[in-house]
């Protein structure tokens, strides 16, 4: 059974050997090396091979027969073969012996045929590469003359037109590889030149606003009938204007000449021709810069940058000098700044479509109008000089019209004059207020005496007065007023045309600048004049002459108000009688100004009779002498000698001011008065002084007969127009009380106390207790000294007795008043 399995194991193998490739045959090898049988194997291999052998032979034997044959056959085909080729040689000798000549032609042929493709080929080549390298030479033209517009559209029409066509060459390539560098360089050269251009105005904005402030200052000084273009402080805007569409619209050129941006120079032209603003300024940097990058496809870039540097400059432009307030010149330059950054704006606006709209400008102006507004009433506060203000606000308008001639508005501008109106006021009241200082500091306080008719006519030029009295007589003669009234007068007119200068121009209607100078005017009166009056009045070692005259000046600057009226009415045409119209206060003012002088006379009067009082050296304790050989004392006769020559120049003071002319002064009344009352007041309170303790009857003898000078003094009428012996009304308490005492005639007194018909009825009871109890004090003394009463002598007891008596009778009648 294993012999079996070994001899089926052993074919296998075999036909495993003769069907495998011998690469994969040393499995099928180990195989058998593994296995037991190796010999029995190699014996059925060697007769497996055999086998074949044997097959192979027959195979051999069976083809033999055929082979030779073949063989035969083919070595008699080798000498037929041989005499063919010997024939073949030879034929091909003849053919190549008579085909050199035609070979010969045929290469010229080809050579000639080669040629002339070659001619087509680079006639037809040439035909598209000359375009491309003229365009590249106009192109290195255009590049070194910097028409660098012309020179973008060459390069737009090389690279795709002319290269596409001229077909792939090393110098089309390296053209090629150039054009974005020559689009890079046109591009950086004409921003280049934009920023040259923006630096160039920004450096230049000053004579560019300068020169548009004089073209606005030319247009308005000619005739106002005349109606002209909105545009027309443009100058010669059109025909610019119109060369800079013939230019733009030009094709394959630059939009306006290729000159460098700045400013031209003018310094040629006439003098009488005032230049345009857009004269001064080469804008076709902007052209040229907004069409390349119109044609590179960056216009929107280029818009923004362009209004961004214009922000930038106009932040700039409207940051004013910190000392622009000194001098009109730093205002000006401000001003000549913006007007020349605006005057750009509005060209490049009027001149260019979209590089800037009317909505970015008017933003550009509410900024500018509020930061100028702004820095206008910051620097303005500061100026104190009111010509200054008037020089600006003139420089204002001017600035103002000028914009406004390019449609920009300014009614802010305006509104802010307005507003400055009343600082200018302010201002000139401060001025004013010196001026009248140094007229009243100059002044003589004394009428002006003039010699001559001609001087005469000179001052009633200068003041409004019509005395005809006054021109009857003849020269020399003085006027009534010092030289302060005229003056003042003509420095109420300056006031008054200096607030008119500051309304001009300022589109105010005729009622509204009526308005504007009667309240400045009433400003003038009431503040400024008033106080400068009360300086005067109040001024130390103002004398009472300098007061009267005060009074006669006030009088007749009261007097001149309703000339005042009438002037402004003339300047402004404006009638008093309109509805809602301004008075003026000058009245008033005068008036009160009078007042206060006579109450400072009054004052200084009084201070001047105190003087003289406190020289006053009265011995209380003076034994009683008969009135015969008593004398005024000293003080009081210098005191009434002072009161003559002082009433004495109070005869000049004017009355009522319609009756000047011809009546003593109600004030020298009421002056003479007050003097004669306060010195009746001085003397009583000598007597009630409580420093004084005791008083002799011989101290009341002396005080009467001082008393007796005064009633003397008034009796004589120092000062016309008292009535009777009115002016005697004032030393009344005093009499009466001197009375009492030195005629001791207390029964009477006592008596009629409280009746209307009582002798003493201003002997108060409290008066007379006070000085009873002065003049009893030395007997009741006496009285403590003596210690037996019998040693009083009857008439002194009885007299005692008396006054102990009245005493009790005058405490009982003030017990009764305070009941």
């Given at each position: 059974?294993?012999?079996?399995?070994?001899?089926?194991?052993?074919?296998?193998?075999?036909?495993?050997?003769?069907?495998?490739?011998?690469?994969?045959?040393?499995?099928?090898?180990?195989?058998?090396?593994?296995?037991?049988e190796?010999?029995?194997?190699?014996?059925?291999?060697?007769?497996?091979?055999?086998?074949?052998?044997?097959?192979?032979?027959?195979?051999c034997?069976?083809?033999?027969?055929?082979?030779?044959?073949?063989?035969?056959?083919?070595?008699?085909?080798?000498?037929?073969?041989?005499?063919?080729?010997?024939?073949?040689?030879?034929?091909?000798?003849?053919?190549?012996?008579?085909?050199?000549?035609?070979?010969?032609?045929?290469?010229?042929?080809?050579?000639?045929?080669?040629?002339?493709?070659?001619?087509?080929?680079?006639?037809?080549?040439?035909?598209?590469?000359?375009?491309?390298?003229?365009?590249?030479?106009?192109?290195?033209?255009?590049?070194?003359?910097?028409?660098?517009?012309?020179?973008?559209?060459?390069?737009?029409?090389?690279?795709?037109?002319?290269?596409?066509?001229?077909?792939?060459?090393?110098?089309?390539?390296?053209?090629?590889?150039?054009?974005?560098?020559?689009?890079?360089?046109?591009?950086?050269?004409a921003?280049?030149?934009?920023?040259?251009?923006?630096?160039?105005?920004?450096?230049?904005s000053?004579?560019i606003?300068?020169?548009?402030?004089?073209?606005?200052?030319?247009?308005?000084?000619?005739?106002?009938?005349?109606?002209?273009?909105?545009?027309?402080?443009?100058?010669?805007?059109?025909?610019?204007?119109?060369?800079?569409?013939?230019?733009?619209?030009?094709?394959?050129?630059?939009?306006?000449?290729?000159?460098?941006?700045?400013i031209?120079?003018?310094e040629?032209?006439?003098?009488?021709?005032?230049?345009?603003?857009?004269?001064?300024?080469?804008?076709?940097?902007?052209?040229?810069?907004?069409?390349?990058?119109?044609?590179?496809?960056?216009?929107?870039?280029?818009?923004?940058?362009?209004?961004?540097q214009?922000?930038?400059?106009?932040?700039?432009?409207?940051?004013?000098?910190?000392?622009?307030?000194?001098?009109?010149?730093?205002?000006?330059?401000?001003?000549?700044?913006?007007?020349g950054?605006?005057?750009?704006?509005?060209?490049?606006?009027?001149?260019?479509q979209?590089?800037?709209?009317?909505?970015?400008?008017?933003e550009?102006?509410?900024?500018?109008?509020?930061?100028?507004?702004?820095?206008?009433?910051?620097?303005?506060?500061?100026?104190?000089?009111?010509?200054?203000?008037?020089?600006?606000?003139?420089?204002?308008?001017?600035f103002?019209?000028?914009?406004?001639?390019?449609?920009?508005?300014?009614?802010?501008?305006?509104?802010?004059?307005?507003?400055?109106?009343?600082?200018?006021?302010?201002?000139?009241?401060?001025?004013?207020?010196?001026t009248?200082?140094?007229?009243?500091?100059q002044?003589?306080?004394?009428?002006?005496?003039v010699?001559?008719?001609?001087?005469?006519?000179?001052?009633?030029?200068?003041?409004?007065f019509?005395?005809?009295?006054?021109?009857?007589?003849?020269?020399?003669?003085?006027?009534p007023?010092?030289?302060?009234?005229?003056?003042?007068?003509?420095?109420l007119?300056e006031?008054?045309?200096?607030?008119?200068?500051?309304?001009?121009?300022?589109?105010?209607?005729?009622?509204?600048?009526?308005?504007?100078?009667?309240?400045?005017?009433?400003?003038?009166?009431?503040?400024t004049?008033?106080?400068?009056?009360?300086?005067?009045?109040?001024?130390?070692?103002?004398?009472l002459?300098?007061?009267?005259?005060?009074?006669?000046?006030?009088?007749?600057l009261?007097?001149?108000?309703?000339?005042?009226?009438?002037?402004?009415?003339?300047?402004?045409?404006?009638?008093?009688?309109?509805?809602?119209?301004?008075?003026?206060?000058?009245?008033?003012?005068?008036?009160?100004?009078?007042?206060?002088?006579?109450?400072?006379?009054?004052?200084?009067?009084?201070?001047?009779?105190?003087?003289?009082?406190?020289?006053?050296?009265?011995?209380?304790?003076?034994?009683?002498?008969?009135?015969?050989?008593?004398?005024?004392?000293?003080y009081?006769?210098?005191?009434i000698?002072?009161?003559?020559?002082?009433?004495?120049?109070?005869?000049?003071?004017?009355?009522?001011p319609?009756?000047?002319?011809?009546?003593?002064?109600?004030?020298?009344?009421?002056?003479?008065?007050?003097?004669?009352?306060?010195?009746?007041?001085?003397?009583?309170?000598l007597?009630?002084?409580?420093?004084?303790?005791?008083?002799?009857?011989?101290?009341?003898?002396?005080?009467?007969?001082?008393?007796?000078?005064?009633?003397?003094?008034?009796?004589a009428?120092?000062?016309?127009?008292?009535?009777?012996?009115?002016?005697?009304?004032?030393?009344?308490?005093?009499?009466?009380?001197?009375?009492?005492?030195?005629?001791?005639?207390?029964?009477?007194?006592?008596?009629?106390?409280?009746?209307?018909?009582?002798?003493?009825?201003?002997?108060?009871?409290h008066?007379?207790?006070?000085?009873?109890?002065?003049?009893?004090?030395?007997?009741?003394?006496?009285s403590?000294?003596?210690?037996?009463?019998?040693?009083?002598?009857?008439?002194?007891?009885?007299?005692?007795?008396?006054?102990d008596?009245?005493?009790?009778?005058?405490?009982?009648?003030?017990?009764?008043h305070?009941?």
């Amino acid at each position: 059974m294993a012999s079996v399995e070994t001899a089926a194991e052993h074919e296998r193998i075999l036909r495993e050997i003769e069907s495998t490739d011998t690469n994969c045959i040393g499995p099928t090898l180990r195989s058998v090396y593994d296995g037991q049988e190796h010999g029995l194997f190699m014996e059925k291999l060697d007769a497996r091979i055999r086998n074949h052998d044997r097959e192979i032979e027959k195979m051999c034997n069976h083809h033999f027969q055929g082979f030779v044959d073949s063989i035969t056959e083919l070595l008699k085909v080798r000498g037929e073969a041989q005499k063919l080729k010997s024939q073949v040689i030879e034929t091909n000798v003849r053919l190549q012996e008579d085909g050199k000549v035609l070979i010969g032609s045929m290469e010229e042929l080809k050579q000639c045929r080669v040629q002339q493709r070659n001619i087509a080929t680079t006639i037809d080549k040439l035909t598209h590469c000359l375009p491309v390298l003229e365009m590249y030479s106009r192109l290195q033209e255009q590049m070194r003359a910097k028409r660098y517009y012309p020179a973008l559209r060459t390069l737009e029409q090389l690279e795709h037109t002319c290269l596409p066509r001229a077909g792939q060459y090393r110098f089309c390539s390296i053209m090629a590889e150039n054009i974005p560098k020559l689009r890079t360089l046109i591009q950086d050269t004409a921003m280049t030149q934009l920023r040259d251009f923006l630096e160039s105005i920004r450096k230049h904005s000053d004579k560019i606003g300068e020169t548009a402030i004089k073209q606005a200052q030319l247009q308005r000084s000619l005739d106002s009938s005349v109606t002209l273009q909105p545009r027309a402080l443009i100058g010669r805007r059109g025909r610019k204007e119109a060369a800079v569409v013939t230019e733009s619209s030009g094709e394959g050129g630059s939009p306006l000449s290729e000159q460098d941006s700045g400013i031209l120079d003018v310094e040629d032209e006439e003098e009488e021709d005032v230049p345009g603003a857009q004269d001064l300024v080469d804008f076709s940097p902007v052209y040229r810069c907004l069409h390349i990058y119109t044609v590179l496809g960056l216009r929107d870039v280029f818009e923004n940058y362009y209004r961004k540097q214009r922000r930038k400059q106009a932040r700039l432009v409207l940051q004013p000098h910190s000392n622009m307030h000194e001098t009109l010149e730093g205002y000006r330059r401000y001003f000549n700044q913006i007007v020349g950054f605006f005057v750009v704006e509005d060209h490049i606006l009027h001149t260019t479509q979209g590089l800037v709209n009317r909505a970015y400008v008017e933003e550009l102006w509410e900024l500018a109008l509020s930061k100028i507004v702004a820095a206008l009433r910051t620097h303005s506060s500061y100026c104190d000089d009111p010509d200054l203000v008037l020089d600006l606000k003139n420089l204002i308008v001017l600035f103002a019209d000028t914009l406004q001639g390019y449609g920009f508005p300014v009614s802010q501008l305006f509104d802010m004059l307005l507003e400055m109106r009343e600082q200018y006021g302010e201002i000139l009241l401060k001025r004013w207020n010196i001026t009248f200082r140094q007229i009243l500091d100059q002044d003589n306080f004394s009428p002006i005496p003039v010699s001559t008719e001609q001087e005469y006519r000179q001052y009633t030029s200068q003041f409004p007065f019509q005395d005809p009295d006054l021109e009857k007589l003849s020269f020399p003669k003085k006027l009534p007023f010092s030289e302060f009234v005229p003056k003042a007068y003509c420095q109420l007119k300056e006031f008054i045309y200096a607030c008119l200068k500051y309304s001009e121009d300022l589109h105010l209607s005729s009622t509204e600048i009526d308005d504007m100078i009667r309240k400045s005017t009433n400003l003038l009166l009431t503040r400024t004049l008033s106080n400068c009056l009360q300086y005067a009045i109040k001024k130390k070692n103002v004398g009472l002459a300098e007061l009267v005259q005060v009074i006669i000046n006030t009088t007749h600057l009261e007097q001149s108000c309703h000339f005042l009226e009438e002037f402004i009415t003339n300047i402004t045409n404006v009638p008093p009688e309109t509805a809602n119209a301004t008075k003026l206060y000058g009245t008033a003012t005068f008036k009160d100004a009078r007042h206060a002088a006579e109450a400072e006379i009054y004052t200084s009067l009084n201070a001047k009779i105190d003087q003289f009082l406190q020289l006053a050296d009265y011995d209380w304790m003076s034994a009683a002498q008969s009135s015969g050989g008593l004398t005024t004392s000293d003080y009081l006769l210098d005191l009434i000698t002072f009161l003559r020559s002082t009433f004495s120049v109070f005869t000049n003071l004017p009355g009522m001011p319609v009756e000047h002319a011809t009546l003593p002064g109600k004030v020298a009344q009421t002056a003479c008065m007050s003097a004669c009352k306060h010195i009746s007041t001085s003397l009583m309170q000598l007597l009630l002084d409580p420093e004084v303790r005791q008083i002799s009857i011989g101290a009341l003898h002396q005080l009467n007969v001082d008393l007796k000078e005064c009633e003397s003094f008034a009796r004589a009428g120092p000062v016309a127009g008292f009535q009777g012996d009115t002016l005697l009304l004032a030393f009344s308490d005093l009499r009466q009380l001197l009375d009492l005492f030195t005629q001791w005639d207390w029964s009477t007194y006592l008596a009629d106390y409280g009746k209307s018909t009582c002798k003493y009825l201003r002997v108060n009871p409290h008066t007379a207790l006070a000085l009873l109890e002065k003049l009893f004090k030395p007997m009741k003394e006496t009285s403590r000294k003596n210690v037996v009463l019998a040693q009083f002598k009857k008439a002194d007891r009885d007299r005692q007795k008396l006054i102990d008596a009245v005493i009790k009778q005058l405490r009982n009648l003030i017990a009764q008043h305070h009941a």
